[in-house]
């Protein structure tokens, strides 16, 4: 049996530019440079991609779906029986700047409605305590009256 040695040759990495051995299909010298190969044609398809809206669209029904188990349409179901606004001070998409989030307990999951970042934000900083939400509310009734 004889050794066929054309598909042995010396080549030039295309990362580093090491000269190595390979066969016909291999363009890298090592791993590492292969993942780097890897990585950059990645990151020029994800900006690619990311520059489009069904992009955009595909992403957020994904996280609704894994987060929140709902899907976009649900969603948009939902954020419309609520006027479009947020559920507690009418904020917008556009006063937000971005997507209104969808409000859930932390405990059971439950989805509660859909809020601006600002409340979303205050009723998870007080720990959904509803004691605590009252309190804050007095609290401000009082300070308010104070100062009148």
Same mark, same amino acid.
């Given at each position: 049996m004889t050794f066929n040695n054309t598909a042995h040759k010396e080549k030039e990495c295309h990362i580093c530019g090491t000269l190595f051995i390979g066969t016909h299909a291999g363009k890298y010298c090592s791993e590492p440079c292969k993942l780097i190969s890897r990585r950059a044609t990645y990151a020029k398809y994800f900006a690619k991609a990311k520059d489009t809206s069904s992009y955009k669209k595909a992403r957020r029904s994904t996280n609704l779906k894994s987060n929140y188990g709902i899907t976009l349409v649900e969603y948009n179901i939902m954020l419309e029986s609520q006027g479009g606004?947020?559920?507690? !001070? *009418?904020? +917008?998409? %556009? =006063?937000?700047?971005?997507?209104?989030?969808? $409000?859930?307990?932390? +405990? +059971?999951?439950?989805?509660?409605?859909?809020? !601006?970042? =600002?409340?979303?934000?205050?009723?998870?900083?007080?720990? $959904? *305590?509803? $004691?605590?939400?009252?309190?804050?509310?007095?609290?401000?009734? %009082? +300070?308010n009256e104070e100062s009148d």
């Open positions: 606004t947020c559920k507690i !001070c *009418d904020a +917008t998409k %556009e =006063t937000n700047g971005r997507a209104l989030p969808v $409000d859930h307990c932390h +405990t +059971t999951g439950k989805i509660r409605g859909i809020l !601006c970042d =600002t409340c979303n934000r205050s009723i998870g900083l007080l720990g $959904d *305590d509803i $004691d605590l939400l009252i309190s804050a509310a007095f609290y401000l009734l %009082e +300070t």
